[in-house]
Nanobody
Framework: QVQLVESGGGLVQPGGSLRLSCTASGSIFSINAMGWYRQAPGKQRELVAT???????NYADSVKGRFTISRDNAKNTVCLQMNSLAPEDTAVYYCYAALKTRRFTVESGYWGQGTQVTVSS
């Protein structure tokens, strides 16, 4: 069984910063990509940022230059530093991990429960 537990969401004023963290635990053999997605009310879930085990990163155009994703492979942890937050960043943020639970199994995707980020004055 695999769990992804997020922390760090909350309420912040426009222009402020937040840092999200997510730790994967349980029966894990290896983790390939980890990342963050978000879903605003009435909208589809969208990619925010991803990072591979080798450190290659990918960002949505809307967050480039403001958000930074990082990862600690030894701790199975991924973080998202969010700066210059704007009201349109308000959403539930979900952690994602593509991983194997055993050496000779296929890779599967796992999601965290989500953490609310609200940007408002």
């Amino acid at each position: 069984q695999v769990q992804l537990v997020e922390s760090g969401g909350g309420l912040v004023q426009p222009g402020g910063s937040l840092r999200l963290s997510c730790t994967a635990s349980g029966s894990i053999f290896s983790i390939n990509a980890m990342g963050w997605y978000r879903q605003a009310p009435g909208k589809q879930r969208e990619l925010v940022a991803t990072i591979t085990s080798s450190g290659y990163t990918n960002y949505a155009d809307s967050v480039k230059g403001r958000f930074t994703i990082s990862r600690d492979n030894a701790k199975n942890t991924v973080c998202l530093q969010m700066n210059s937050l704007a009201p349109e960043d308000t959403a539930v943020y979900y952690c994602y991990a593509a991983l194997k639970t055993r050496r000779f199994t296929v890779e599967s995707g796992y999601w965290g429960q989500g953490t609310q980020v609200t940007v408002s004055s």
